[in-house]
């Protein structure tokens, strides 16, 4: 089995193949066909051998590319249920994080953006029965239904927008991106307690997933250090 961060400018995504297909976690932003399309030339693959794709949650640097993704390959989409508001552009934003919405209000609408089709909307330690089994690992927060999704085989959790380690400085998202910024630190603190080896970020910069997976415990021991001085 393998996989392949494909890097944005600022936002990435993963691409997962194995011997029965190819599968995406998130779909990109700005010129994410185009880095789909290399990907599947450079491998030998075609449009048609991308079986599924799964989004982490429902922001629109996720999200843009999927409609046209399921149109050229015909493959499964998956997302999370607790943002289907967010995926059909109708969530209703909050507080600080009102800008975030006047932000994706304005992108949809230069973007062109159409809402894809959900083929099967996931839950809490779902499984899909994707590269060996993707066990579903809600991490609210940045959104209300956003999730990590984790190969047990591989002990790799990919993390989507859980934090962020662009300069070897993990954080949170920024307050103005999330839906609940207290939520967020209880699910960095589950995120590090599980029994993995590995995590990959949608925000980052290029590092190993080792080396995530010590700023994520080291943002994880900041967060409990925090609470503690509270």
Known sequence: MNYLQIRGV???????????????????????????????KSHGFAWSDVKALVLTHGHLDH??????????????????????????????YEGAARLCGLAEAVGRFFLRYQPPHVDRWIGSEDVLPIWGGLRVIHLPGHTL??????????????????????????????????VDDEMNVESVKKAAALDIEGVLLNHSRVCSPEESLADLKALAALCSYTDQKK
């Not at 149109?71 to 209703?92: F, N």
């Not at 591989?154 to 380690?165: G, H, I, P, R, Y």
């Open 10 to 40: 600022l936002v990435h995504f993963h691409v997962l193949w194995d011997d029965e297909g190819v599968y995406l976690i998130d779909g990109g932003f700005i010129g994410g066909i185009r880095k789909i399309e290399r990907f599947l």
């Open 63 to 92: 999200t843009l590319n999927v409609r046209r993704i399921q149109e050229k390959s015909g493959c499964l989409v998956y997302a999370p249920q607790m943002d289907a508001l967010h995926i059909s552009g109708k969530y209703p």
């Open 145 to 178: 239904g956003h999730s990590g999704l984790l190969s047990v085989e591989n002990k790799l959790l990919f993390a989507a927008d859980l934090f962020t380690n662009h300069i070897r400085n993990p954080k949170l998202p920024p307050t103005v991106f999330n």
